[in-house]
């Protein structure tokens, strides 16, 4: 029986567990989709669909109390700006636990957290779109870069070849002062 306990301890320390679930929280509405243990989604679940219920309301006193368990701004604000809006019609149960089979090492019960509304489709989307615009900004550099090493080095280029034209022009031009005289 599970009388009068309001939490589970996860045996860690009161600091180790509340650093572990915020960024747990933090990482669910980052990505919409976690894997972890069963014991740590249960947990997480909790304080995930409270602050998925003040999101629902974009007032200054709902962000603060948010930023208190959630430490990264862009996080927050898509918490109000895309989760909330989107669980606005749901009364609770903005979670989902699927289960997964057991971990090889340790055989923990291992399950994917994410929220109701998430598709697969979207996770993907936007790992694909992060990718892109990692490698956006390399192409460019090295564009640029390109650049700015072929200018450097045409110049460089005409400038050796007027020296040898110039060497080329004035023993020419002796021989004919020679053939003259």
Same mark, same amino acid.
């Given at each position: 029986?599970?009388?009068?306990?309001?939490?589970?301890?996860?045996?860690?320390?009161?600091?180790?567990?509340?650093?572990?679930?915020?960024?747990?929280?933090?990482?669910?509405?980052?990505?919409? &989709? *976690?894997?972890?243990?069963?014991?740590?989604?249960?947990?997480?679940?909790?304080?995930?669909?409270?602050? *998925?219920?003040?999101?629902?309301?974009?007032?200054?006193?709902?962000? &603060?109390?948010?930023?208190?368990?959630?430490?990264?701004?862009? *996080?927050?604000?898509?918490?109000?700006?895309? *989760?909330?809006?989107?669980?606005?019609?749901?009364?609770?149960g903005y979670t989902r636990v699927v289960k997964l089979g057991f971990r090889q090492g340790d055989a923990a019960d291992m399950v994917i957290l994410?929220?109701?509304?998430?598709?697969?489709?979207?996770?993907?989307?936007?790992?694909?779109?992060?990718?892109?615009?990692?490698?956006?900004?390399?192409?460019?550099?090295?564009?640029?870069?390109?650049?700015?090493?072929?200018?450097?080095?045409?110049?460089?280029?005409?400038?050796?070849?007027?020296?040898?034209?110039?060497?080329?022009?004035?023993?020419?031009?002796?021989?004919?002062?020679?053939?003259?005289?």
């Open positions: 029986m599970n009388h009068k306990n309001g939490f589970n301890p996860l045996s860690r320390t009161t600091a180790h567990r509340r650093a572990m679930s915020r960024n747990m929280v933090t990482s669910l509405f980052r990505y919409e &989709r *976690i894997t972890t243990t069963k014991a740590k989604a249960l947990e997480v679940r909790k304080a995930a669909e409270k602050l *998925i219920t003040r999101s629902k309301v974009d007032t200054v006193h709902n962000r &603060r109390q948010a930023a208190r368990y959630i430490q990264d701004a862009t *996080i927050l604000a898509k918490l109000f700006t895309d *989760i909330g809006p989107r669980m606005k019609d749901r009364a609770g994410e929220l109701v509304d998430y598709k697969l489709d979207s996770g993907e989307e936007t790992e694909k779109k992060e990718t892109k615009k990692a490698k956006a900004p390399a192409e460019k550099k090295s564009s640029a870069e390109k650049k700015a090493t072929s200018e450097k080095k045409a110049p460089a280029k005409k400038a050796t070849t007027a020296k040898s034209k110039a060497k080329t022009e004035a023993p020419a031009e002796e021989s004919a002062e020679k053939a003259s005289e």
